[in-house]
């Protein structure tokens, strides 16, 4: 089993920067992938990052591309997504997930269907 422990996130202004944190606990030697997503008020979830683990490619949602990057430290078990020139729109609940078996590529973008394991959630609110 794996558990993910998420934090970061809180309020900030439109055009601020923000760091969330994702840190995985128990066998995490199976994971290959971390994705996030994010689920604004009424809407559905959407994905918004994936990195693979052993080489730390990632692909990104084309709404985040080049605003947001997602890191991994594989010493501390920890993905990051940082969250550069944030708008109205990242107002969500952010989410990271993990999987073994699971790749992200140019070609495949893994949906929350493909992951095994889910953080808590974390808030991020874009306001002046």
């Known amino acids: 089993q794996v558990q993910l422990a998420q934090s970061g996130g809180g309020l900030v202004h439109p055009g601020g920067s923000l760091r969330l944190s994702c840190a995985a606990s128990?066998?995490?030697?199976?994971?290959?992938?971390v994705g996030w997503f994010r689920q604004a008020p009424g809407k559905e979830r959407e994905k918004v990052s994936c990195?693979?683990?052993?080489?730390?490619?990632?692909r990104y949602a084309d709404s985040v591309q080049g605003r947001f990057t997602t890191l991994r430290d594989n010493d501390k078990n920890t993905v990051y997504l940082q969250m550069n020139s944030l708008n109205a729109q990242a107002t969500a609940v952010y989410y990271c997930?993990?999987?073994?078996?699971?790749?992200?590529?140019?070609?495949?973008?893994?949906?929350?269907?493909?992951?095994?394991?889910w953080g808590q959630g974390t808030q991020v609110i874009v306001s002046s």
């Open positions: 128990g066998f995490t030697s199976g994971l290959d992938a």
């Open positions: 997930t993990a999987a073994a078996y699971t790749r992200c590529s140019v070609d495949v973008f893994p949906t929350g269907g493909d992951y095994d394991y």
């Open positions: 990195i693979n683990l052993r080489d730390g490619t990632a």
